[in-house]
């Protein structure tokens, strides 16, 4: 039998993607809804192959997310970490979900890690946003099957297990 190679890159470059599109430049009244692109590919990855991606690589992705966008070290790591040990509790349900439900799940998840993160911030001395803070979770559950079918499509065709 012939092994395949692993393609772990195609994970590392789909983050590195969705860390750019998340510091891409966008007009005021556009980045009020950006999508949390990085929570949504590594909800994906967790839930896609649990085995392989789970505490340990929402952590690093957290600190490269902080070193990336320059915020406090450690913030988003918490917030991924939690997001990821949410995610594998519940990955088997997940799965078996309808696309809809997915979303909604998606939604409740980036409006905790959204919640998780304003909360943090605020015990650190930061200003507490307006409720408009959460408008990207409503967006990143209206792209979720696309992103999840555009996910799922590199995972098989590059064959990451």
Partial sequence: MIQQPNAHWVVWM?????????IMPLPEWLSLIRPAWVPIVVIYWVLALPDRFGLFFAFITGLLLDVFQGSMFGLSSL??????????????RLRLFPMWQQSFMVFLLIAFYQILLVWLRSALGGTIPSVWYLLPSISSALIWPWMMSGLRFLRRYFRVV
């Avoid at 789909?14 to 599109?21: E, G, V």
């Avoid at 917030?79 to 088997?92: C, D, I, W």
């Fill in 79 to 92: 917030g991924l970490l939690v997001l990821a040990f949410v995610v594998l509790s519940m990955h088997r």
């Fill in 14 to 22: 789909t983050l590195l993607a969705a860390a750019i599109f998340s």
